[in-house]
C-alpha cells in the first residue's frame, strides 16, 4: 500500500522539478537576448548618428541630353565643384534634346528623390513649370542652367549670354562672306531659351546691321546631326546660290559639316557652328567649317552646383551668372584660352 501512494508522489516531485527547470531555462533565455537586443538598438542608434553625421547635402542636375561631348563636359565642372564644396550630384538627362517628356519625367523622378537642391536645363522654357512650383512649395531651390524658364522660381541661371553670343556668330559670317549674299540658320530648337535667343541674336544683327544680307530659311533639327543634315542639304539644293549657313549647337553644326561634305560645297559655302566637341574642332582644323563660338561648359556645371551650395547655405546669389563664351576658328583654336574652353 505504502509503495502505491509513494510512486505517485513521486512523480508529482519529478514535474515540479521539470517545469522549475524549464522556468530556468526560458528565463536565461529571455536574459541572453534582453542584453543583445539592448547592443543592437544601441549600435542602430550609434550607426544613425553616424549617418547623419556623414551626410552630404544632395543636388540633383537634369540637363538636356547626353548625346554631345558639352552636356559630359558640363558634367565634368558638376562634378569638379562637388568634389570641392563636398556634396552629393547626379547628373542626368534625355537620350536626344528633342525628348521633352522624357526630360519632365527625369525632373518628376528627381522630385521624387527628395534632393536638397536641383539643376535644371530646360529643352522647353514652360513645359516644366508645373514641376518647378511644386519644388518651390517644397522649399526645394532651383539653380537653372544652360537655357533659362519663364518663371521667377529659379534662384538663378548660370548660362552664357547666349544673344550675345549669336550676335558675334552673325558678325563672323558677315565678314566672311564681305557683307552680302544669302544665308539660313539650323537651329537646334524653337522652345528653349538657347534656341530662341541663338536664333534671334544671329537673325537680329543680320537684318540690323548687313542690308545686303539675305536670311533665305531658318529649319530645326532638334540638335540631332543627322535631321541637321537633312535640313540642311534641302536648304542647299533650293538655293544653290547660298553663301552661309549657321549652326546653333554642337548636332546642329555637325549636319551642316555634313551636308556640305556629302555635296562638295566646302569651298562655296561659309559654316559658322556653336559649342565644341571633337567633330567640330576637326572640321575647323581641315578647313570645312570656318570657326564656332564656344562657351565654357565646364564653368557652366561648376556654377550651378557652386550656386546650389551657397543658396543652401543662405547666402545670396546673382539673379544671372554668365559663364561667358569665345569665338575660335583654326588661328586660335591652339591657344591657351581657348583650349580651356572647348572639349573634346
Not at 552629393?88 to 518628376?108: A, H, V, W, Y
Not at 540631332?224 to 538655293?239: F, M, P, R, V, W
Amino acid at each position: 500500500m505504502a509503495k502505491k501512494l509513494f510512486l505517485p508522489f513521486v512523480i508529482v516531485i519529478l514535474s515540479f522539478v521539470f517545469l522549475a527547470a524549464c522556468g530556468s531555462d526560458t528565463t536565461n533565455e529571455g536574459s541572453d537576448s534582453a542584453p543583445d537586443t539592448d547592443d543592437s538598438e544601441q549600435e542602430t542608434t550609434d550607426n544613425e548618428t553616424e549617418a547623419e553625421d556623414g551626410d552630404k547635402p544632395y543636388i540633383a542636375i537634369v540637363s538636356k541630353g547626353f548625346q554631345h561631348q558639352f552636356w559630359q563636359a558640363v558634367q565634368s565642372g558638376a562634378e569638379r565643384a562637388a568634389e570641392e564644396f563636398d556634396v552629393e550630384i547626379t547628373f542626368e538627362g534625355p537620350d536626344n534634346e528633342s525628348q521633352i517628356d522624357k526630360q519632365i519625367e527625369m525632373l518628376q523622378a528627381a522630385l521624387d528623390r527628395n534632393p536638397d537642391a536641383i539643376g535644371f536645363a530646360a529643352l522647353d522654357s514652360q513645359a516644366a513649370a508645373p514641376l518647378l512650383e511644386t519644388a518651390d512649395s517644397r522649399g526645394i531651390p532651383i539653380v537653372a542652367f544652360d537655357s533659362g524658364v519663364e518663371s521667377d522660381i529659379p534662384v538663378t541661371t548660370a548660362s552664357t549670354d547666349n544673344y550675345a553670343a549669336a550676335a558675334e556668330a552673325a558678325h563672323r559670317m558677315a565678314e566672311l562672306i564681305e557683307e552680302k549674299g544669302k544665308v539660313a540658320l539650323i537651329v537646334h530648337d524653337q522652345v528653349s531659351v538657347t534656341g530662341v535667343e541663338r536664333r534671334d541674336g544671329f537673325v537680329d544683327t543680320i537684318n540690323d546691321e548687313y542690308p545686303d544680307i539675305e536670311i533665305v530659311d531658318t529649319q530645326y533639327g532638334g540638335g540631332d546631326h543627322l535631321e541637321s543634315t537633312n535640313l540642311a542639304k534641302t536648304i542647299i539644293q533650293a538655293h544653290p546660290d547660298l553663301a552661309g549657313i549657321y549652326g546653333s549647337n554642337e548636332g546642329s553644326a555637325i549636319g551642316v559639316v555634313n551636308a556640305i561634305t556629302e555635296l562638295g560645297k566646302q569651298e562655296e559655302i561659309v559654316i559658322i557652328g556653336f559649342d565644341s566637341g571633337k567633330q567640330q574642332i576637326d572640321a575647323i582644323k581641315n578647313g570645312v567649317m570656318n570657326g564656332a563660338i564656344t562657351q565654357n561648359p565646364e564653368g557652366i556645371g561648376y556654377e550651378t552646383v557652386k550656386a546650389a551650395v551657397e543658396t543652401l547655405n543662405n547666402k545670396e546669389v546673382e539673379k544671372s551668372i554668365d559663364t561667358g563664351y569665345f569665338w575660335y576658328d583654326k588661328d586660335n583654336i591652339d591657344s591657351d584660352e581657348i583650349q580651356a574652353a572647348i572639349y573634346e
